[in-house]
């Protein structure tokens, strides 16, 4: 519909909105604005558009419109209602507000399980909107694999795939196999700002469309990065990475042009007003998707080299809660095990912590098992849920044991991708560890399965109901071999393992254990009643038997164990 402005506004400037268009649960609002002349669309004190939705509930909400070149403004817009919605259009030129009628339009997906928010049954763990808990299996996959080649001293071997082709395997693969989560850097395979100052590019914008349909049509959330930046030189992961140099984007000739540099970016006026357009833009533009499961300002910002980064910090993660509809979750994102000054909810609604083998000096662990659960407990201590964001090998550190490339090549069965995963949820993360070098370990190795291992040993497990905490409720006999726990209110999970058997060990060392005989398992805190007991083979996904054993008052819980061949996983349920 044409809607010109009455006489006493501006009368060149006019919109035509069009029909909704339902795609993938997302209604999607077109219109189109003239009179606008050379009022930059990107920059919203010079131009801005929201749309007004009442949903059929009667409740009210303001979402933010995007520009998307000669397709015109667009609003997407989701809500797990049913039921007749109807909207306002409103445009602001230079903060004079004036209003269109929009279209009225029906949602019909009510059904659908809704977005990934922190639980409000446990402070650790997350759930979806329906109230069902959500335990993330995931990994990073954060560029494309000519990216990592340029990496100083790495070692590469992986395909150099296009990005379109690279993401329909790598989710592909992830989605086959249970995965339901993925870390997506924005920079630099999708950079919004490549160009000029407050002029976004609209092919990176429309790349992260297709990854977001990509990553719903596989079952996978995305965790969405906005940049990752470290300087104005490059320095990042080692030496000199010019990806990620900051004198690369927009932000360089903004900033040049007032006599400073990227130290000043989170102090300066204008660097500020174009990051808060960015955020808009980018809640505007993928915020309306139910998989978008968390906005995350900056890879480790502890990191970061300019001035003022946590206050600039606090700033934006009020500027997404202000602008943000639909309340996605923040994480905060740091390298250390607390992260105390880029923590709390001041800064993200989630944590974030990086434990590697070979970075910080950090040479042993050889066991990222249990080295996890170490590394992490300053973390539980804080009253928000935390991720292993990232963990793994840092292949391009070179280690007392050699170059941790080469060390890594040697685990062709991804045992310590394995242990990554299992490593994050008896950490007490609210997932399990999220693995780096999606390229060179897990996808040329095919050790995708390795996430199927873990969705089958979690499926079906209430974390937000139990609300788990790490324990030493489980306890096994003799010395050789060593138990990590998690107790919840009515369930108990334990992980059960030779302690010299880890990833160095079995991949590097090549060394073979002897079966383990006649295993006493010993519970104790529990509650008397009746216990049902699973037994799991974890490197498998298997559970391979089941017990009952009732305890009563005044007595402990044990049961034995003929042989532990391998590791091994419990699941002990009060019935």
């Known amino acids: 519909m044409n809607i010109a402005l009455s006489a006493d506004e501006p009368s060149n400037l006019a919109a035509k909105i069009g029909e909704v268009r339902p795609h993938l649960g997302i209604e999607e609002i077109p219109f189109k604005l003239r009179g606008t002349g050379k009022l930059n669309p990107y920059r919203q004190s010079e131009l801005a558009a929201d749309a007004i939705v009442t949903l059929p509930s ?51 997906h009510a059904d659908e399980e809704g977005m990934v928010r922190i639980s409000k049954r446990s402070a650790h763990y997350l759930e979806r909107e329906n109230g069902r808990s959500f335990f993330i299996v995931g990994q990073n996959v954060c560029f494309t694999s000519d990216v990592a080649y340029d990496i100083p001293c790495n070692k590469m071997s992986s395909e150099k795939l296009s990005w379109d082709v690279a993401y329909r395997k790598w989710f592909g693969q992830m989605g086959k196999n249970g995965a339901n989560w993925a870390r997506i850097w924005m920079r630099p395979n999708f950079t919004l700002e490549a160009g000029e100052p407050w002029d976004w590019s609209l092919e990176n914008a ?59 970016f989170a102090v300066n006026e204008l660097s500020q007003e174009m990051y808060r357009d960015k955020i808009r833009y980018i809640i505007a533009r993928w915020g309306a998707y139910p998989n978008l499961g968390a906005w995350e300002l900056w890879n480790e910002l502890d990191c970061v080299e300019f001035r003022g980064s946590i206050e600039w910090s606090t700033s934006m993660t009020a500027y997404i809660r202000k602008t943000d509809p639909w309340g996605h979750i923040i994480k905060a994102s740091g390298s250390s095990p607390y992260s105390a000054p880029i923590w709390g ?11 590697y083998f070979g970075w910080g000096g950090e040479e042993d662990p050889k066991n990222l098992g249990t080295f996890l659960t170490q590394f992490t407990s300053e973390s539980r201590e804080a009253p928000m849920p935390y991720f292993v964001g990232e963990t793994g090998i840092a292949r391009e550190v070179t280690t007392k044991y050699g170059l941790a490339g ?16 299992y490593g994050g949820l008896f950490s007490g993360a609210a997932g399990g560890g999220l693995l780096w070098w999606w390229d060179e370990h897990i996808d040329k190795n095919k050790v995708y399965g390795r996430f199927k291992d873990l969705a089958q040993y979690v499926k ?10 790490v324990s030493d409720a489980v306890s096994v006999s003799g010395d050789v071999l060593g138990a990590q726990c998690l107790k919840g209110r009515n369930m108990l999970l334990a992980w059960i393992r030779v302690k010299e058997r880890n990833r160095f060990t079995v ?11 006649s295993v006493t398992v010993s519970f104790k805190g529990l509650a008397p009643g009746t216990y049902r007991i699973e037994l799991w083979s974890p490197e498998e996904g298997k559970r391979v038997r089941v017990l009952k054993r009732t305890r009563k008052a005044g007595d402990g819980l044990t049961i034995e164990v003929p042989e532990v061949q391998s590791d091994i996983a419990l699941k002990i349920r009060r019935l």
């Open 507 to 517: 991949a590097v060392e090549k060394r073979s254990f002897e079966p383990v005989s």
């Open 460 to 469: 079906g497990i209430d974390f937000a109901g139990e609300s788990f905490v």
């Open 345 to 355: 909810k001041d800064h993200g609604d989630i944590n974030d912590v990086h434990p």
């Open 206 to 264: 429309r790349k992260v469309d297709t990854l977001m349909n990509l990553a719903k049509s596989n079952g996978l959330c995305l965790d969405l990065c906005f940049n990752a930046e470290r300087s104005d030189t490059g320095r990042a992961m080692g030496g000199c990475f010019p990806p990620f140099a900051a004198k690369y984007t927009a932000w360089s000739p903004l900033l040049a042009k007032q006599g400073l540099n990227f130290t000043d």
């Open 58 to 108: 009667g409740k009210i909400m303001r979402v933010p419109a995007f520009y998307d070149g000669t397709n015109g403004w667009k609003v997407r817009f989701y809500a797990r209602e049913s039921g007749k919605c109807s909207s306002t259009i409103e445009v602001r030129v230079k903060g004079k507000a004036m209003s269109f009628d929009g279209p009225d339009f029906q949602i019909s």
């Open 406 to 421: 080469d060390l890594a090549d040697m685990d062709t069965t991804g045992f310590h991708v394995y242990e990554g995963l």
